[in-house]
């Protein structure tokens, strides 16, 4: 049976699947960061709720990627978590 890497591997060889990926890589990295976040703490998705006054559900969307976060939201998770919100620009890699 094929692993999930493997796959991804062979798939990043076509370089239109290779670009539609690259362009949500932000998405992904902001779904990690919040999920990675939360997870630390050991808090669950309801706890976080309570903490930031943000519905559970709407934290369960942007965890799986169905709803994208304002600047706003993002700023009141990270104080619902006891941590700040940083954005950086970076440079792209050189291929």
């Known amino acids: 049976m094929k692993k999930f890497d493997d796959f991804l591997e062979e798939q990043m060889q076509n370089q239109e699947f290779k670009k539609e990926y690259d362009d949500l890589q932000p998405e992904f990295d902001v ?3 919040i999920v990675d976040a ?8 309801k706890q976080l ?5 943000i519905n ?7 965890e799986n990627g169905t709803r994208n976060p304002s600047i706003n ?6 104080e619902g978590m006891g ?9 792209k890699q050189k291929v």
């Open 31 to 33: 779904i990690r960061a």
């Open 38 to 45: 939360r997870t630390s703490q050991n808090l669950t998705q």
């Open 49 to 53: 709720a309570e903490k930031t006054g």
């Open 56 to 62: 559970q559900a709407d934290i369960s969307k942007l």
């Open 73 to 78: 939201l993002l700023k009141r998770l990270a």
């Open 83 to 91: 941590m700040m919100l940083k954005i950086e620009f970076v440079p």
